[in-house]
């Protein structure tokens, strides 16, 4: 079992970064394949990013592909999303997940979830 903790959202600008952190707690983190997902208001839940356990792959949405980063430290138990150009279509709250095995695009294949964090992009 795994606890993930997401950090580092917040309000920005069009055009601005931020980065997002997710902590984890539990055992054997780099035996899990870790993935971002979003949820804005009066809309589904949807795939932002995964990366491998290993972190020798990543995968994207076409919508963000080109601007944001997924990337993990197992040493440090953690995972970040480096989101760059942001628009305000990007506004939502991001949650970091967690499966064994490989990565999935899809919310229900993960077993474990974040509380979420919020990040509103202004125009």
């Known amino acids: 079992q795994v606890q993930l903790v997401e950090s580092g959202g917040g309000l920005v600008q069009a055009g601005g970064s931020l980065r997002l952190s997710c902590a984890a707690s539990?055992?054997?983190?780099?035996?899990?394949?870790m993935g971002w997902f979003r949820q804005a208001p009066g809309k589904e839940r949807e795939f932002v990013a995964a990366?491998?356990?290993?972190?020798?792959?990543?995968y994207y949405a076409d919508s963000v592909k080109g601007r944001f980063t997924i990337s993990r430290d197992n040493a440090k138990n953690s995972l970040y999303l480096q989101m760059n150009s942001l628009q305000p279509e990007d506004t939502a709250v991001y949650y970091c997940?967690?499966?064994?095995?490989?990565?999935?695009?899809?919310?229900?294949?993960?077993?474990?979830w974040g509380q979420g964090t919020q990040v509103t992009v202004s125009s």
């Open positions: 539990g055992r054997a983190f780099g035996s899990y394949a």
């Open positions: 990366i491998t356990s290993s972190g020798s792959s990543t």
């Open positions: 997940a967690a499966r064994q095995g490989y990565y999935r695009s899809s919310s229900s294949s993960y077993d474990y």
